[in-house]
């Protein structure tokens, strides 16, 4: 029975993080990783890299017929237990709603909510005690952010989706862990939209390392929390975002820089 973690966004930034810690033993005995990504020749960079088999999927999840092929090979491999999976594809633009393009909201929309959600539903029959979900989030999931409206709010629902469906799963052996990252230096930033308020954000709230929240994600999740936010001021703006008035943290957000 082969064990197998599942990683999207593998051709690079965090996805591909999680792919070399996988890789080293971080998470357990695994026997084979499925990589999905968009670009081919990073994937297949991994296969030949990695010690552990990859098998690379290369295609775009904002396609919905992509989770088919993903479903489909699942249930060709005999005895197939998914012991992690890791929905790590991202997708944002930065900038004023009503100035962005017009298929910029639906491509985060597609990305961001509707494929985790999908490879969520199509993985769970082959997930087993001891199985775990990470679901990339955000600390723009915290409250509604000006200049990031449908991106924020497509993280606060993987948020509220993943720490729902670990209540869900009590019981199983199955756990589900949100991780609620501050910005890394991935390829999120190649085509932000609005430099400037890309640029001022990243000025106000620095960046994180991606092998330390790919860490502090994978020893979450392998704890049973549904919850992990790896950056220390962080875990004390979400406090706040559940104390204070919308508004006051908008004032708040405006005095460090983060929005006009």
């Not at 639906?106 to 990305?111: G, N, Q, R, V, W």
């Not at 723009?140 to 993280?155: E, G, I, N, S, T």
């Amino acid at each position: 029975m082969p064990r197998i973690a599942i990683v999207t966004g593998a051709s690079s930034g965090l996805g591909r993080e999680f792919v070399r810690l996988i890789d080293s033993g971080v998470a357990g005995q695994v026997d084979e990783i499925w990589g999905i990504g968009r670009r081919a020749e990073r994937l297949e960079a991994l296969v030949r890299i990695a010690k552990t088999p990859v098998r690379a999927f290369c295609f775009d999840l904002g396609v919905l017929d992509s989770f088919d092929v993903i479903e489909e090979a699942l249930a060709k491999t005999e005895g197939a237990e998914v012991t992690l999976l890791i929905n790590c594809a991202g997708s944002g633009s930065f900038g004023r709603f009503g100035e962005q393009s017009s298929t910029s909201a639906s491509d985060m929309a597609a990305i961001l909510v509707r494929a985790p959600v999908e490879l969520t539903y199509r993985a769970l029959p082959y997930l087993v005690p001891g199985s775990s979900i990470i679901n990339i989030s955000s600390v723009a999931a915290f409250m509604p952010q000006p200049d990031l409206a449908v991106y924020a709010a497509a993280k606060r629902f993987v948020l509220d989706f993943s720490r729902a469906l670990a209540v869900e799963l009590e019981g199983t052996g199955i756990t589900v862990c949100a991780v609620c990252p501050k910005p890394m230096r991935t390829g999120f930033f190649d085509a932000p939209g609005d430099i400037e308020t890309a640029a001022r954000i990243t000025r106000a709230l620095g960046f994180e390392k991606v092998e330390r929240v790919a860490r502090k994600a994978l020893k979450a999740a392998s704890r049973g929390r549904d919850l992990c936010i790896p950056a220390p001021e962080m875990r004390a703006y979400y406090a706040a975002a559940h104390v204070l008035p919308y508004r006051a943290l908008i004032a708040l957000q405006r005095k460090i820089g983060t929005i006009t």
